[in-house]
């Protein structure tokens, strides 16, 4: 080849590589980022509802959760399947609680302009206390293995037979594989935490039977989005040792499981005193980190979902009023999650005060970002 001709080509070559970086970043401009897409609409809102907690409330679960589509106007409700309810005994499945709950739903989209759809949550560990609810016939001597007894037969046909009922149900927006599996929420009981690679196998068996839905995995996250960003990082164990304040939860492990990520955000418990921290500043630091887990879903092509969301006074403690519920919800509306689901719905049956708050909470989740949040997200993404 002509002398000339190289010359030529390592020229081409040369300008090529000169361009390249200049190409990428005015195509950075063009192509909009993965890691930070805006709010583009309003977030589902609904509530969870929980068969055993109306039953303890001493209301009946049917009557109760037709009052609660009738005055609250959810998009989504949370219902749990037990399985201790739905396995009476070793060789026999009844799913009737299970069904009573969707046929008032059904009756109530027949005749309702608004049409509401279910999260089932299905597993061992499930909504309420004591948090892992096993088949009395199921009961033995000796310290708990979880895992064991969710890797028995009886435990994987109750799961697929779940899966298979429920997977062509109109009603059906998606499942929740156990609930805080990652997280052992109970010491009386011990270890009640579920490993991760049981919780993907049981992910998978979802996915398999039912492609369509997606599967939420649940966790809590810890205060603030700096604890959450530092657990988060490469220097988690330098920082944890470090700092007073400890971060919670599984949610980065819980966000690779399932296709989204739940958290549950309570903002006054027995672990949360507020004498340091108000209850203002507490749901203030919780969208923050709603706000840092969505960026990092966003980057994955998932969502995030506040599956718990205070919206009732914790059992025996004090500190959370209406006011704190209806700031809740105009600032979790800011937060760019995917759907929120209110915890409390049994309490409000017995206040009429509760349940019209929760009505309103609903409605601002349902309007969508705030004028403020269009603004700073302008600022960001300009």
Known sequence: MPAGAIRNRKTVCLGLVLLLPVGLYLLRGLIPGSTFEPPSSAPLAGFSYSPKLAKWARHDPVAGLRTLLQQVHPDLVRLPVYWDSAAPSRDRLDFNETDRLLEVIAQHNATESDRVRVVLVVGARNLGAPELYLPNWLTDQGPLDLPAKLRSPAYTEYLISTFRRYASSPLLYGWQVENEPLDSTNPDLGNIAVPAQLVAEEVDLAHRLDPAHPVVITTFNSATAD???????????????????????????????????GLNAYVATPNTPLARVSVDQRIAWKRDTLQYWTTQARSQRKQVWVTEMQAAPWNGVGGFTLRDLDTSAQ????????AVFLWGAEQWLNSPAWLNAARQAIATLNSGPSVASHSQTAAVTS
């Open 227 to 261: 604890l959450d960003r530092n657990a988060d990082g490469r220097l988690a164990g330098i920082l944890h040792l470090a700092s007073p304040w400890k971060p919670a939860g599984h949610p980065r492990p819980a966000l690779q499981l399932g296709d989204v990520l």
């Open 331 to 338: 600032l979790y509306r800011d937060s760019g999650v995917s």
